[in-house]
């Protein structure tokens, strides 16, 4: 069974070595050693279908929306925020730290200390094809930036080291699926879904076209569903686990 490959100890090395670029911050070029690393990690797990998005951030401005978000819309109504969903309940702002001088650790300190610059931001994905519906596909992603001047090794290398223990072993030669099946780290998550947001702009026209013509290749296969990792370790304001970043040997 796939789900007897999974192994904790490479999970835990995985987020060791995404903590060596500290907290991943976008634009900045902690974030893009991130990005060579776990592009070359995919490859090394035997995920040859390894591509990059390019986009730039920040991104246009959207047209503004005829109705303000956070209107209500009928007598009792509950605003609703971005997309439709509606807030309930005490909500208090949840900001990252973005003053150094909290963070105690001087390492920590210096290796987060670069500010994001330049507009052009990329991230990786990897693909495992399927054998029968190549034209159809999952998504499994996590985000691989974080912010606060810490190592971001819950949010979000956790999520990350999942997919990336997952592509390793959907990779495996002996491994075949009917569906598609691809592996995605955004980044920007932080500054506002932005990766997510330009892949679809990007990406979303090319659903389930055959390229070239005959070719039996599918460059974007058809959406069925996504599934995305975060804080997989102290979600809901509890360790679930004892381990925590660093008491494993760094990767070699």
Not at 131 to 144: C, K, L, N, Q, W
Not at 154 to 167: H, I, K, Q, R
Request: hydrophobic share 30%; with cysteine.
């Amino acid at each position: 069974m796939l789900v007897e490959r999974l192994d904790l100890e490479r999970y835990r090395t995985t987020i060791n070595g995404l903590t060596q670029f500290g907290d991943r911050r976008q634009g900045t070029d902690r974030n893009r050693a991130a990005v060579d690393w776990i592009e070359a990690q995919l490859k090394s797990y035997g995920c040859t279908n390894t591509e990059r998005l390019t986009y730039i951030y920040p991104p246009p401005p959207p047209p503004a929306p005829t109705v303000p978000v956070g209107t209500p819309r009928g007598p009792g109504d509950v605003p609703r925020m971005v997309g439709g969903v509606r807030q309930r309940g005490s909500v208090t702002a949840a900001a990252p730290n973005v003053d150094p001088d909290i963070q105690p650790d001087a390492r920590l300190r210096a290796l987060n200390m670069q500010e994001p610059s330049g507009n052009e931001r990329q991230e990786v994905y990897c693909t495992k094809i399927g054998m029968t519906r190549p034209d159809e596909m999952y998504i499994v992603s996590a985000h691989m930036d974080g912010r606060g001047f810490g190592e971001a090794a819950n949010d979000d290398g956790s999520g990350t080291a999942l997919v990336m223990e997952l592509a390793r072993i959907f990779s495996a030669a002996d491994v075949q699926t009917e569906r598609s099946n691809r592996f995605i780290l955004w980044n920007n998550e932080e500054t506002g879904l932005n990766g997510a947001r330009v892949y679809v702009e990007q990406r979303s026209a090319l659903q389930g076209k055959e390229e070239p013509a005959g070719s039996g290749r599918y460059p974007e296969p058809k959406w069925l569903g996504m599934i995305q990792h975060d804080m997989m370790l102290f979600d809901h304001g509890a360790p679930t686990a004892q381990w925590r970043p660093n008491s494993a040997p760094k990767p070699t």
